[in-house]
């Protein structure tokens, strides 16, 4: 076999890993849904099976190294920890308010975060390619999330504060994000499992989790969130990235939203409208234009005619 059969073999793999575990992603919110429990237990216990089941994974493969520990490392771990259960909290209350698809996709503006905030820390330079790319990310974002049809929200508090903590959680995850770039190669697996252990022992402690009253069909939902959405979609996407390109990573991590969508319309009846489903097109079109470097503004110029 050619070493370029191999490349490509390699490649094919990640792509296949990389979709798969989107795919998983992407069925989280009925667990959410069928789970039927308030936001805060739902988070304890995906942290705790997350937990146990990383914590597993990374003992089996030897990640638990001394140089990965050190204190800068477990500090900004801990903060990463407290930004993404906080978030997590935030987006499966999110999907209570509004719907899988809705949270899902407003939630999935992220990346056009993570490069405001780069710019503002790093003081780098945007572009009008880039800022072009952003507001037209924007403008899916309004159009995605309903909020431009305001006669039909009107006297619906509850639906808004759901798009409220779906955004709030989107800035949230990409300070995650940053924090992981600046980890340098602390494997995300360990990363990851501190981010749940954060949970485990922070969550108790701020309200009461009431698991006696948990049914024996719940647990199924409670399990499968740790175990599956936390445990196993990580170690797949985190196995695959370094498989794949920059262009074939952006195309599927589309992946993970498209199959909520689906998932909401066919288990729920809940579908996207047409302004919405254009909305969800923007977004995806301006974070590859973003992640590609693809561009917006220069292609509209128009050279004067030379006389």
Sequence with gaps: MSLSSLSLSRNQQGALTLASGGLLMGTIGVFVEEARLGALTLVFFRCLFGFLSLAAYCAWKGYFARRHFTRRTVLLAAISGVLMVTQWVGFFDAIHRTSIAVATVVFHVQPFWVVLIGAALFNERLGADRLGW??????????????????????????????????????????????????????????????????????????????????????????????????????????????????????????????????????????????????????????????????????????????
């Excluded at 969550?203 to 740790?226: C, D, K, N, R, Y």
């Excluded at 498209?258 to 909401?264: E, F, G």
């Excluded at 319309?265 to 590609?292: D, E, H, K, P, W």
């Design 134 to 307: 952003i507001a037209t990310a924007f403008v899916g974002l309004v159009l995605a999330s309903g909020v431009a049809a305001a006669g039909s929200l009107q006297g619906h508090a509850s639906y808004l504060i759901g798009i409220g903590e779906a955004l709030v959680g989107s800035v949230l995850y990409a300070s995650v994000t940053l924090i992981a770039k600046s980890l340098g190669d602390l494997r995300p697996h360990l990363l990851t499992l501190a981010q749940c252990a954060v949970g485990v022992v922070c969550l108790p402690f701020i309200a009461p989790l009431g698991a006696e009253h948990i049914a024996a069909s719940q647990w199924f939902w409670l399990v499968g969130m740790g175990v599956l959405h936390t445990g196993l979609s990580y170690v797949l996407i985190y196995g695959a990235l370094p498989k794949l390109t920059t262009p074939v990573i952006a195309v599927l991590l589309f992946v993970y939203p498209l199959t909520a969508i689906a998932v909401d319309a066919i288990v729920y009846g809940r579908a996207l409208g047409g302004a919405q489903m254009f909305g969800m097109v923007l977004i995806v079109v301006a974070s590859l234009g973003v992640n590609l470097g693809w561009p917006l503004v220069s292609v509209l110029r128009v050279r004067p005619a030379r006389r």
